[in-house]
């Protein structure tokens, strides 16, 4: 999946993922994705829970190479 | 929908008990959500411009895991809370959880609103150039105020 802008997370714990992903969206315009790679587990719940109050669609959550990863479409 | 708001009230300044604070403020700040925090009694330790004197303690505090089983005489002992914190701090560190100055900082890039409690402030003998900047004083008519309004609210 194309995305504009990635942010890794890995190796950051609760709540960093969530809090930094937001801030890597505030220079963002509406509509280019994001995509972020993490490696807390809780970050898979987190991310959905995130995107559902935001506005910011998670048009993919998954696991790669250990990891999980992202895409966020900025609303 | 309307910005959802949540208030908390921070009275502990334990390295455990300084964290959730922290990381809810932080998280609901990073939703949107407009997010005030009263410090009063020992969670005024978390608005210390230093923040290296908060600590953990084995004693009294059975559920702490410790590398080996310590009997409680032990955890009287001279720089067993000092042994306990790096410990605690370093596991926290290699497992990639923030310190309290950084969860700070993020709170404050995110607009939570810190409040320390003029009475406890007074009361501990607290100066205002110990605190960070940006920090309100208040009390608890002020708190109730914005705490009536919430979604949430926490006494932590």
Do not use: H
């Not at chain 2, 910005?3 to 390295?15: C, E, P, S």
């Not at chain 2, 009361?123 to 150039?129: D, G, H, N, R």
Request: net charge neutral; proline share 5%.
């Amino acid at each position: 999946m194309n995305f504009d802008k990635e942010f890794d997370a890995s190796g950051l714990a609760c709540p960093l993922p969530i809090v930094k992903t937001k801030k890597s969206l505030n220079d963002m315009a509406s509509g280019q994705v994001l995509r972020v790679v993490a490696t807390d587990p809780g970050s898979v719940c987190d991310m959905a829970a995130f995107a559902e109050q935001t506005g910011n669609a998670l048009l993919q959550s998954g696991e790669e190479g250990g990891k999980y990863v992202f895409f966020l479409k900025k609303a | 929908m309307a910005t959802k708001k949540m208030a908390i009230i921070a009275t502990k300044g334990a390295l455990d008990m300084a964290y959730p604070p922290l990381i809810l403020a932080s998280t609901a700040a990073a939703l949107g959500w407009d997010v005030q925090i009263f410090f009063t009694f020992y969670g005024l330790q978390l608005l210390r411009k230093d923040l290296s004197g908060i600590a953990i303690s084995p004693l009294a505090n059975p559920a702490m895991p410790m590398p080996v089983p310590m009997p409680v005489i032990v955890s009287v002992l001279p720089g067993m809370q000092a042994m306990a914190t790096s410990m605690m701090k370093a596991k926290m560190k290699k497992k990639g959880v923030a310190s309290l100055a950084e969860l700070r900082d993020l709170c404050q890039e995110a607009d939570v609103k810190f409040i320390a409690c003029q009475m406890t402030v007074d009361l501990f003998e607290f100066e205002k150039s110990d605190f960070i900047d940006g920090v309100e004083y208040g009390g608890a008519a002020m708190f109730m105020k914005f705490a009536g309004e919430t979604d949430v609210c926490l006494f932590i």
